[in-house]
């Protein structure tokens, strides 16, 4: 095993596959919302998931935040480096497990949509429907592999370019936003608040670009299809779209690492 990996490290990257598989498999709510004739409850289960993963980040920053104050003084900023960049691979990981899980989950979350429409909308009674021996054999019956023809009637002309170019964009600057605030502040350590407060930032204007350009236009698809205006296979080449292009970006978030931390901590001092 190499030197950085350490027990905190794997508890960090455990936590990380899950969160990422979750973001990953929140994409498949609205293909299941599509389905089932409910889009609006798949919105709203969409972005009930999103809120959960991204709350849990708030308990995953300060155990990565701890890996700088435990590295060895004699090369803290190769071991540091060496340990982030593992993450950055886990978070490749963890969204290719979500789209191992896909199928899986569309079945799941089209059955959690009906539920939660019947219940008009209380999780807490759902949960507990969920969690009967009854339903839970339910939804073990739901699990799925991928198969090949999940990809038919997808052609390169159904599959949205830009949105892809933009997705993969955003996925690396938010996957390597709290890893290049933490490195700058080792490179840094005279500004490191200001340098880890930085996160916040390169986050935000990630969530932003999310909200303005991709956000919309899969809601605006997403009615189209249930209302009968769009074919479901724009949808599924919509979730193909996000969940590969997220890929991407995870894998483009390593050649973004290092200019990322360089940038904050000069952002840090100029302050």
Sequence with gaps: MAAFITGKLLIIALLLLVITAVETLAYSARLSGARVGLIA???????????????????????????????????????????????????????????????????????????????????????????TIASLKKTAACFRFPRLSYLDGI???????????????????????????????????EYQGAAMMSSGIINGFATIMLTLFVDPKASILADRVANKKAGYVYLKSYSLTMVTSKFAG??????????????????????
Excluded: C, H
Excluded at 158 to 182: D, E, H, M, W
Excluded at 257 to 263: E, I, R, S, T, V
């Design 250 to 271: 995870t894998l483009f978030a390593q050649a973004l690492f290092l200019p990322a931390a360089y940038y904050v901590a000069w952002f840090s001092k100029w302050i």
């Design 41 to 131: 409850t798949a919105l709203s289960l969409f972005s009930s998931i999103v809120l959960i993963s991204r709350f849990s980040t708030l308990f995953q920053q300060p155990m990565t935040a701890k890996l700088a104050d435990l590295a060895p003084e004699g090369d803290k900023l190769g071991f540091l480096e060496d340990q982030y960049r593992f993450l950055l691979f886990v978070s490749s990981a963890g969204v290719v497990l979500g789209i191992m899980l896909f199928p899986t989950f569309i079945g799941i979350f089209s059955r959690t949509i009906v539920q939660l429409s019947e219940e008009k909308g209380s999780y807490i009674k759902v949960l507990k429907k969920g969690f």
């Design 155 to 189: 052609t390169y002309q159904t599959v949205p370019k830009r949105l892809f170019a933009v997705n993969v964009l955003i996925s690396g600057i938010y996957t390597v936003g709290i890893l290049a605030a933490l490195y700058a502040s080792a490179l840094a350590p």
